[in-house]
């Protein structure tokens, strides 16, 4: 029998009477309809006031003051019953649940609202054009994104060539080769993590822009420095998960170390290491600032990422947006929606994969 | 198995380097007679370099030697690919504090033009007119700093509380089924792209925040933060606007270290305090909370220093200012990020090392709280920091 059960079971109900223990955590019937008529008359007094007594208005501020009036009300109904504890208990509770659930309101506005404004002008012509042809006051219906989607994905793939072997082996070095630097490294991976991307951007337009020119590959470069930590520590977490006895049974059959961590520890980790690299790819798709003082931007299509400016998705968004042009601002919020989807798969690719490697252990 | 090891360790420490684990090994004796004495206690001795090198491989262990046994000595010895192996991984691990350095001393060099030209006056000047339309005097990060710290602060304060009162609720309230969604949906936030928290907040949140601050100004203006600084004051592309949008940003980091942190409370504990009797918010109140006080402490810098460097977000709700003034939830405002973005395409010469130099401020002052952070929580991760 479970720990709860028998609490459950000692508790009985939830009235304090003397001798007879109480459970701190039962939530019985007469609880649910504690909140329930505290939820609804908390509702009728705002509706009270917001229509009746006081000329207020707003849908937030109806929000807000309900939820107050809620917990007050609330707050004042328990402490009458089970006392000022349980009182506190009931009020922290409703607290942390509501904001909790909050958190994700505004990410399911935001999806939305992209939506709403980038479905309704997205055509089929969006993945086969490109905006060489397309002036401002084309329609927007007129939007072609071929040329960002190309230059992402070339940007994007070139970072990962660069980042994903270093990462992998940072990683490799912090939790199996167990050198010397492992604590300073471990703290300069998590805070390399929060370097500005305007920083990196900077870093490669000194480093390497001004000495050649524009070009997608001086936006790998810096998307790479951003997605190095990223993989890295993902990376290590789940090269940490691999069971010790898989190592020792590798070694103890008499295999070097490079051999135990490339045919055992790596391959028992795949679908972790793969998971690190989607995120790490999801880490930089969207990153808008560093391209541009590296891309640059272009509207017509660039093949060769390694001379000339060249267009990518999050950057043209941008720069339509900013544009004065009603339709050009329209046309950004196509980039936009085209974008989030591409994180969303990430996302979703990067959840199943991590998925399996739970599945698995 | 005794073996040679041992005895001739026994025997000549120094000069033998050989475990016992080793059945063939070579080894250089200091004497002849030493070799000598080896030779009587093992089974099979091939010599190879007459008098003073030997290869020796040990079949059985010779008579006892006398001396009491001592712990032995394990020396690893790793093949050629494996130095080769550990070699490679140092190297692309220390890419990463190689990066470090590399970033502040190019952003060093390509900032020392506008830093000669400026001064100290560069910390300390509000204005942003550099050579290319003002003179020395009329450039500076002090308005831009002041700016992007209030962005960070307004934004931390909505942040934090939020972020632990999520993590309580994955870890300690939520029913079992709702967690793993509520952790993806929270993760998720990380993952939209900063330009479409701009986009957003731009065109939908601005607007929708009107109501709330014009009622602030209304009737909290005594406060220099909420006061109207003329007679029409404009809401919407503010600090607080921008604010409310970077703690969006900022919460799933600060989130998942807290979350991280929580779930490591020993269970033990918490079942000790709900069993003296104390409601769930007494548990956690007694429990979780001094536990996890390094991880919220450490995950809110984490997120401090994401907040001080967030770029696009800003630059698209905000009207950008060049002054210092106590209103944060009128239009305008700034942050050394939003500036650089935005200032870029038009600089060069000593302007261009003027925007090079407010990043290594940024790069400075992200990295100090960033490694702070990083300390903090990896001190709190492995239980050092949290008394128990």
Known sequence: MSLQAVRDRVAGSGSPTPGKPISPRSFNTKDIVVLVCAIGSSLGLTWLLFTQILPLQGSQGFLIIWFAAFLVIYYAAVREMD?????????????????????????????????????????????????????????????????????????????????????????????????????????????????????????????????????????????????????????????????????????ALGSPEWRTTMKVVLPTARSGVITAILLGVARVIGETAPLIMTAFGSATMNLNPFSGPQSAMPLAAFQLFRSSQTADVERAWVYAFVLILMVLVLFVLARWSAGRQFARR | MPTLGVNAVAVNRSTFPCTALARSCSVHFRSPDFLREVATRVTTVGIFQEGTSAVATVLDGGGPSGAPPKPRQIVQIRTRADRVFRG???????????????????????????????????????????????????????????????????????????????????????????????????????????????????????????????WLANHLGFIPFFKPTNAYPIYGPSAFVAGLVVSLMVVPIVTSVIREVFSQVPPGEKEGALALGGTRWGMIRAVVLPFGRGGIIGGSMLGLGRALGETIAILLIISQIYYIRANFIEAGANSIAAHIANAFGEANGVALSALLAAGLVLFGVTLLVNVGAAAIINRSRSGAGVEI
């Open chain 2, 88 to 214: 490679l991984a140092t190297g692309a691990s220390s890419s990463t504090l190689i990066l470090l350095f590399l970033i502040g001393l190019f952003l060093l060099i390509k900032a020392l033009p506008a830093l000669k030209c400026a001064g100290l006056n560069f910390l300390t000047t509000s204005e942003w007119n550099p050579p290319d339309r003002g003179t020395c005097e009329t450039f500076g990060v002090a308005a831009l700093m002041y700016w992007t710290v209030v962005i960070a602060v307004i934004a931390m304060v909505i942040a934090v509380p939020v972020s632990i009162a999520a993590a309580l609720f994955i870890t300690e309230y939520a029913p079992r089924w709702i967690r793993r969604p509520l952790t993806s949906l929270i993760d998720l936030l990380a993952a939209v792209p900063s330009l479409l928290y701009g986009m957003w907040g731009a065109g939908f949140l601005a607007a929708r925040t009107v109501g709330i601050t014009e």
């Open chain 1, 83 to 251: 006392g000022k504890m349980m009182a506190r208990d009931r009020l922290m509770g409703s607290i942390v649940s509501v904001v909790a659930v909050a958190v994700t309101v505004p990410l399911i506005l935001l999806l939305i609202y992209v939506t709403a404004k980038g479905l309704q002008f997205l055509r089929l012509a969006f993945f086969t054009t490109t905006m060489a042809n397309v002036g401002p006051l084309s329609p927007v219906e007129q939007t072609g994104g071929l040329q960002a989607i190309v230059g992402t994905l070339e940007q994007v793939g070139i970072a990962m060539l660069i980042a994903v072997p270093l990462g992998v082996m940072t990683a490799i070095y912090l939790n199996e080769v167990r050198g010397r630097l492992q604590r300073p490294l471990r703290i300069f991976v998590d805070a390399m993590s929060g370097t500005p991307s305007i920083v990196a951007g900077l870093f490669i337009f000194a480093f390497w822009v001004q000495n050649h020119s524009f070009s997608g590959f001086a936006a790998s470069l810096a998307l790479a420095i951003l997605m190095l930590p990223t993989v890295t520590r993902a990376t290590e977490v789940v090269i940490r998960l691999v069971p010790d006895g898989l190592r020792e049974a590798s070694l």
